[in-house]
T-cell receptor, first 112, second 116 residues
Framework: DAKTTQPPSMDCAEGRAANLPCNHSTISGNEYVYWYRQIHSQGPQYIIHGLKNNETNEMASLIITEDRKSSTLILPHATLRDTAVYYCIVRVEGGGGNKLTFGTGTQLKVEL | GAVVSQHPSWVICKSGTSVKIECRSLDFQATTMFWYRQFPKQSLMLMATSNEGSKATYEQGVEKDKFLINHASLTLSTLTVTSAHPEDSSFYIC????????????FGPGTRLTVL
């Protein structure tokens, strides 16, 4: 699986959009970008994933650059409950043993 | 969404005792489950892959005789920490892929183990 690079921490005001970047310059053509988050002392939670098109669901939007070497997770209206560590993971969809390799992630702190 | 549970959510034990942690997929079957360990302020580290009906696959550096894994059914995997020591104190998390096109993984809530 391709390696990812994320900033260690970010702050965001409640109600504003949180934009979390991820670099994955060695991504392969068949690898997807997945985002998970982990609220303190809980198991990780799936957020969204995509291949090359921008994706949106009820939790977030995922913007992938045209060359696929980086992406941005957008939480459109961050709340205090969005405070968590966000992990960007690149892997082959479905297969590849399914196991996930977690990097250090970005600690997002949403404040009033 | 799919649900994965873990039991217990926390446990405190004496050094030298064994502790069993259960991981259940509540609304889907999982032939494979994964066990992770997370130390404070660190990321999740994969320990092993649990395979229903066969032996688990351990990551490099993880002692298979210390961390016993049993995957006896399509909805249950257990991790037993044998002869626990204080350095085994950690947050243990399991996950299970649901299958289908995306084969997305769902994580349990984690088990906090404290060894005195």
């Amino acid at each position: 699986d391709a390696k990812t690079t994320q900033p260690p921490s970010m702050d965001c005001a409640e109600g504003r959009a949180a934009n979390l970047p991820c670099n994955h310059s060695t991504i392969s053509g068949n690898e997807y970008v997945y985002w998970y988050r982990q609220i303190h002392s809980q198991g990780p939670q799936y957020i969204i994933h995509g291949l090359k098109n921008n994706e949106t669901n009820e939790m977030a939007s995922l913007i992938i650059t045209e060359d696929r070497k980086s992406s941005t997770l957008i939480l459109p209206h961050a709340t205090l409950r969005d405070t968590a560590v966000y992990y960007c993971i690149v892997r082959v969809e479905g297969g590849g043993g399914n196991k996930l390799t977690f990097g250090t992630g970005t600690q997002l702190k949403v404040e009033l | 969404g799919a649900v994965v549970s873990q039991h217990p959510s926390w446990v405190i034990c004496k050094s030298g005792t064994s502790v069993k942690i259960e991981c259940r997929s509540l609304d889907f079957q999982a032939t494979t489950m994964f066990w992770y360990r997370q130390f404070p302020k660190q990321s999740l580290m994969l320990m092993a892959t649990s395979n229903e009906g066969s032996k688990a696959t351990y990551e490099q550096g993880v002692e298979k005789d210390k961390f016993l894994i049993n995957h006896a059914s399509l909805t249950l995997s257990t991790l037993t920490v044998t002869s626990a020591h204080p350095e085994d104190s950690s947050f243990y998390i399991c996950s299970a892929p649901r299958g289908g096109r995306y084969n997305e993984q769902f994580f349990g809530p984690g088990t906090r183990l404290t060894v005195l």
